[in-house]
């Protein structure tokens, strides 16, 4: 049984999909007579790059040519029906040469099969095409060697360079190449691929797991055709989207949407039942986190760029959706939309080569719902704002409100016998013991710089360097009694150090 993405392999110009831009070319070339010697075609696996040196070469051979050449074109366009035409798709044709660099990449290979034979006349037509496939394989040497036949070949000879890597190439072979770069084939152009095979082989198939496959395929059509052929002999003739998720381990849009709930809510317990339910289900834990980033991406989209609905696939109903989702994450979701993307990205390319990849995505997710467990700028920054947030509102940290419980009176007489700054001005000694007095009448009982002194007392170098915008913010906690001396000092002023031993010790 011949495999679908070789069944309906394009024939023809005409029924090349997603590459318009590289068909129009090739066409006036051909029909203007404007040919190259030598074209290279770059992109991604799976698009077409030597389906279209196949179907150049039947443009060259076909038996129509010798009429359009009369004319002055170069070739005609290929109907695919004709001997020349039939055996170029077979790869039988004599003038039609297919290497395989990845196979053939030193110089005796180059030597052997090209440059010894390419003096020599076509055997049946007008022209010799050379199709070299991964031609990013060939060593410095066999480049070389390529490199004098490539400038100036014979008249007869055409070369075809493909390639998934360009950058290898050398760039005295790009500079005598005509480049095409073959773009991702987009999901709606698959989607109607994979209906139009389905309708031909008689399957029995549903939208939903089209699309699924599209995405899946990555604008890959191979990729598209090949999993579609699995789907037909696991579903036995029908295409259905619950097959489609089972085998491609791909999670429904109400999954991702819990998922992206329980970050915004900080909730990790519902984080790890998430997970765990996934384990169970037998589901690609890789594939999930593929998954989350690219749903969390419509989010930030969402989020950016408004509920517009030209900008998702679901219309409006989504995008309304995905603005639901991101007014969750807060007084600032873009910055912490941000971070999630980053977070769950780092940890998709952990998990290509971690032992434990169910770890890895528990730990990105213990990141992303408690900024503490992370030391990032990033989460600094994340804590820094809901410590703003906290003071704004008026309420305590459960850790500082444990703390004043547990010590009420050591908290009082430390206070009274240190002077303290209040909002960025000196205080005199004797007015010392009725600043901690003023300063919580501020706040209810906590004023800001003090929260922030609990919380983040080790940080603070950090965060006065790395942000400059929160030095307003802290400066009051960076003022504090000097322990050897009864006048207050502060780091970031070196002119206000007191000179004592203990002072510069202490960093005070």
């Not at 039609?96 to 660099?101: G, H, K, M, Q, S």
């Not at 006349?121 to 390529?146: C, Q, S």
């Not at 998430?274 to 930030?300: M, S």
């Not at 169910?358 to 820094?384: G, K, S």
Request: charge should be negative.
């Amino acid at each position: 049984m011949e495999s679908l993405y070789r069944k309906y392999r394009p024939l023809t110009f005409d029924s090349v999909v997603g590459q318009q831009h590289i068909v129009s070319t090739l066409e006036h070339a051909i029909t203007e007579g404007r040919l190259s010697h030598a074209y290279l075609f770059c992109g991604p696996r799976g698009t077409g790059k030597t389906t279209m040196a196949r179907i150049l070469a039947k443009a060259l051979l076909c038996r129509n040519a010798e009429a359009a050449r009369a004319e002055g074109a170069s070739g005609c366009m290929p109907d695919g029906t004709c001997e020349e035409c039939e055996l170029i798709a077979e790869g039988n044709h004599p003038d039609v040469y297919e290497l395989d660099a990845a196979s053939r990449t030193g110089v005796d290979n180059v030597r052997e099969e090209i440059i010894n034979s390419v003096n020599f006349a076509p055997v049946r037509g007008k022209y010799k095409i050379y199709i070299i496939d991964e031609v990013h394989m060939l060593t410095t040497a066999a480049f070389n060697a390529l490199l004098k036949t490539l400038e100036e070949p014979p008249a007869h000879v055409i070369f075809v360079l493909c390639t998934t890597d360009p950058q290898k190439i050398l760039e005295t072979i790009l500079s005598r190449c005509q480049r095409f770069d073959f773009h991702r084939i987009g999901n709606e152009d698959i989607e109607r691929r994979l209906a139009y095979v389905c309708e031909q082989e008689g399957f029995d198939y549903d939208d939903e797991a089209l699309a699924i496959v599209a995405r899946h395929a990555k604008g890959g059509m191979r990729d598209a055709l090949s999993t579609l052929e699995q789907l037909s002999v696991f579903g036995n003739g029908s295409v259905h989207a619950d097959d489609a998720r089972s085998l491609l381990g791909e999670v429904s849009d109400q999954i991702l949407g819990e998922f992206s709930r329980a970050i915004a809510d900080r909730d990790v317990a519902e984080l790890y039942g998430l997970i765990r339910a996934q384990v169970e289900e037998g589901n690609d834990l890789l594939e999930l986190t593929r998954d989350l980033v690219a749903h969390v991406r419509d989010v930030y989209v969402a989020c950016v760029a408004g509920a517009r609905a030209e900008l998702f696939e679901g219309g409006s109903e989504q995008a309304e959706a995905l603005a639901a989702e991101a007014a969750a994450f807060g007084e600032h979701p873009a910055d912490r939309l941000a971070r999630v993307l980053t977070v769950l990205d780092d940890a998709a390319l952990e998990m290509r080569g971690a032992s434990d990849v169910r770890l890895v995505l528990e730990i990105a997710c213990t990141r992303l719902a408690r900024p503490e467990a992370d030391l990032t700028i990033e989460a600094l920054a994340e804590r820094v704002a809901r410590l703003e947030a906290m003071v704004a509102n008026g309420a305590v940290p459960a850790s500082v409100a444990a703390a004043q419980a547990a010590a009420p009176a050591a908290s009082v007489p430390a206070a009274a016998q240190q002077p303290t700054l209040i909002s960025g001005a000196r205080a005199a000694a004797p007015a010392a013991s009725a600043a901690p007095a003023a300063t919580s009448a501020r706040q209810g009982g906590m004023p800001w710089d003090r929260v922030l002194l609990f919380r983040l007392p080790s940080l603070r170098p950090v965060l006065l360097f790395r942000l400059p915008s929160l030095r307003p913010v802290l400066r009051p906690c960076q003022l504090q009694a000097c322990s050897a001396c009864t006048s207050a000092c502060a780091d970031s002023d070196a002119s206000a150090r007191c000179g004592s031993r203990a002072c510069h010790r202490s960093g005070t």
